[in-house]
């Protein structure tokens, strides 16, 4: 066995990470979510996953109806261009194929609890002994050293305990704390992890050193939620006043027109103004209590309550005819299936219809990042499990006949 395989794919990458080497053993959807980025952008990515059992590989490869049975509608979307390779950690022969890839691997990705690695004889310090340079990415629930950080994490648990389900309390429109329908917190952090990789990328580009990345999820989606809801509490002493009060309060929502909703957001002074006068209540902006950024973030409720009154007085397409005009904020509230016929997304290329050997047709989503000399591209579709055991295998010198697991 001897260095990384040269992977044959469905098209050519494009993207600016082409040549990045991969292993990726991670499931559901944070860390897929994290090394699609990667994948989009033209990295080599080997998602090892354990071929065993009813319920065999990446977990959301069972969730939802699908042609194959291994193909999800999550998975579907999370894991295109990558290489599947059923590897079981805990088998001598498996292990030794992960381990060579490992030794020819920029980054190693996973989001399976330290505890196991260590047994598996796959934590970083094992890894770095056969890939001194390796960047060791592990994405955790909880930072080590504290309190929580024997615990396991999922979405829901870290919009509980990060004080995010707490802003619908807050708000006072539901009484009680709400999980946000999306898993946002997963999503989240995977951007994160996709980040502090290519960070650590950039310091090993400069000094030829690896290291061993640890992000946390509950650390890293507090401080993406506290950013701006630290609020009163920011200077010391505080006054007690945590949360934005613009985006929680009550009324921050979609405003009801004539025949439907609308996306407003008049933001400057001088698109309130002219709001106003659209409306028909020009007096509106020359009172003390809206007549400056700060008033206005003090009188939120009031004004975001001015603001449905106007807006039931117009259809919705009136409103954005006439916002557009004079460029004041404003879209079309979208059901969430009106989103597949979004004029601006068909015509920028959001949707693409593809057809593979074994899922058929079906739809995905085009990277959204635009680069001008690398774009991203959609060069293989997502691997049935295991899809990958010869090509890989065998350009490792394993000889075929041994790719049960």
Known sequence: ??????????????????????????????GPFATLNFADMGADVIKIENGQGKMAGDMMRHAGDNPTGDLGPIFTALNRNKKSVTLNGKDAADKAVILELLKHADVFFHNVRLAGMERLGLDYESVKAVNPGIVYVHC?????????????????????VSGFASLFEMRGDSGRPLYAPSLIADKTIGLFAVNATLAAMYHKEKTGEGQFVQ????????????VENL???????????????????????????????IGLVPYNDAQWRKFFELGGRPGVFDEPRFATYSERTKNITALYGI????????????????????????????????????????????????????????????????????????????????????????ALGMPKEENAT
């Open 1 to 30: 066995m001897s260095g990384w395989p040269e992977l044959e794919w469905d098209e050519e990458p494009t993207g600016p990470l082409k040549g990045l080497k991969i292993v990726d053993m991670s499931t559901v959807v944070l």
């Open 140 to 160: 955790a629930g909880f930072g080590q050293g504290g309190d929580y950080s024997h615990r396991q994490a999922y979405d829901d648990l870290i919009q509980c």
């Open 215 to 226: 992000v946390p999820m509950f650390e890293a989606f507090t401080w993406f939620n506290m």
């Open 231 to 261: 609020w009163g509490e920011t200077f010391i002493p505080g006054n007690g006043r945590l949360a934005y009060t613009r985006s929680i309060n009550a009324n921050r929502k979609p405003y009801p027109t004539r025949d439907g909703y």
């Open 307 to 394: 603001i449905e009154e106007i807006a039931s007085t117009k259809t919705s397409e009136e409103w954005l005819a006439l916002l557009d005009e004079h460029n004041i904020p404003a879209m079309r509230y979208n059901k969430i299936g009106d989103v597949l016929e979004d004029p601006h997304l068909e015509q920028v290329g959001f949707w693409q219809e593809r057809e593979g050997e074994k899922i058929g047709k079906y739809r995905t989503i085009t990277h959204p990042v635009h680069y001008s000399a690398t774009p991203a591209n959609i060069y293989a579709d997502p691997p049935t499990l295991g899809a990958d055991n010869d090509e890989v295998r065998g």
